[in-house]
């Protein structure tokens, strides 16, 4: 699952998706007629390929509940624009994307018109993995082993915290780049010595692989990493001037996901059967596995699913604010609501 923070021009971006999508752009929120039911098209703009953070939102589809929702929904996957400028855009009403690296997209020169209206994970679930016994069990077995980077400012800002948390020093870990597919492949294969995963996705594929792993998770060594990872946005312009879509949206993928929570195997075949891209051959059992484990995460100890907690999503902004790795500070109650959910 992509891990990038938006450093590429926004002009350069935006003019890219809106020549090379003009065409899903134009659906936008037309109506259309189907059973002589007036349907009103959403598009919403995934991350990556279907995986089962998605869940939820094929199972809304394919169980009929947006339909019910009076909405037409199209699912897409644009590898080379990102879904914040889809949305940002209005090529897209919603997408995916996560807390960090949306603080790139409130803190520009020009800061992209979007929100996030609801989390899909309640809580951080990413972590380091390694090889069994190599003693990257805690931060500070980073000493001396090789790391996997994406080099973004947040990221590094992150495992310079962890490690030195436990009294190593950071600059002893040897950095290399991050362009890795298989996580337990690569470390199989000596590649690297420590990734950045997400447990649902890069443990749970160790685990089918029969591959033996370290791991441990950010938000147990500093609460201030249980940051929202991933949630869901929407256009701005959109959900304010046409509330009562935004909000059938968000009621028909919220029950997509409680179904999901309470049917695990069913949904992981309904996500199977809806993949379009073809990604997914091959990987069912990484999907009916990765779906028993992801499925308890959805609302895990939160009342509902996709409720933001406003301590939880400025306190992670206040660490970047302190620490100085955004271009403008990020006031409190910036880039979220729950205005949106039931």
């Given at each position: 699952m992509k891990k990038v923070i938006l450093v590429v021009s926004l002009a350069i971006i935006i003019i890219l998706g809106i020549f090379a999508y003009v065409k899903i752009a134009e659906k936008g929120l037309q109506e259309t007629s189907s059973n002589d039911n007036q349907l009103k098209k959403v598009t919403f703009a995934l991350d990556w390929t279907p995986n089962t953070n998605h869940t939820g939102l094929y199972v809304a589809k394919e169980k009929g509940y947006f339909k019910e929702a009076g909405l037409d929904v199209d699912i897409v996957f644009i590898e080379e624009s990102s879904s914040a400028t889809l949305c940002a855009t209005g090529v897209a009403q919603f997408g995916i994307e996560a807390q960090d690296t949306l603080a790139a997209a409130f803190t520009g020169d020009e800061p992209l018109g979007i929100t996030a209206v609801a989390t899909i994970l309640q809580h951080n679930t990413s972590g380091i993995i390694s090889r069994k016994g190599d003693g990257i069990d805690t931060p500070k077995g980073l000493i001396g082993k090789r790391y996997s980077t994406w080099n973004s400012p947040i990221e590094l800002a992150m495992m310079k915290l962890l490690v030195e948390k436990e009294g190593g020093n950071?600059?002893?870990?040897?950095?290399?780049p991050n362009n890795i597919v298989d996580e337990p492949g690569a470390l199989e294969a000596n590649q690297t010595d420590a990734i950045w995963v997400f447990y649902g996705w890069g443990c749970i594929n160790a685990e089918v692989?029969?591959?033996d792993f370290d791991y441990f998770?950010?938000?147990?060594?500093e609460s201030v990493f249980d940051y929202y990872t991933p949630v869901v946005i929407a256009n701005n312009e959109f959900f304010n001037n046409d509330p009562e879509t935004a909000k059938a949206f968000l009621s028909a993928l919220r029950k997509g996901y409680e179904y999901a929570v309470e049917n695990p195997e069913e949904s992981a075949e309904i996500l199977i059967n809806s993949d379009n891209t073809n990604s997914l051959k091959g990987s069912e059992e990484l999907v009916r596995k990765s779906?028993?484990?992801?499925?308890?995460?959805y609302i895990d100890?939160?009342?509902k699913w996709g409720y933001i907690t406003p301590e939880r999503w400025d306190a992670f902004y206040d660490w970047l604010n302190e620490n100085n790795l955004t271009e403008k500070e990020i006031p409190h109650g910036t880039g979220y609501t729950n205005e949106y959910l039931d």
């Open positions: 950071f600059d002893n870990v040897k950095l290399i692989q029969g591959f998770n950010f938000k147990d060594i779906q028993e484990w992801i499925s308890k995460q100890d939160a009342e």
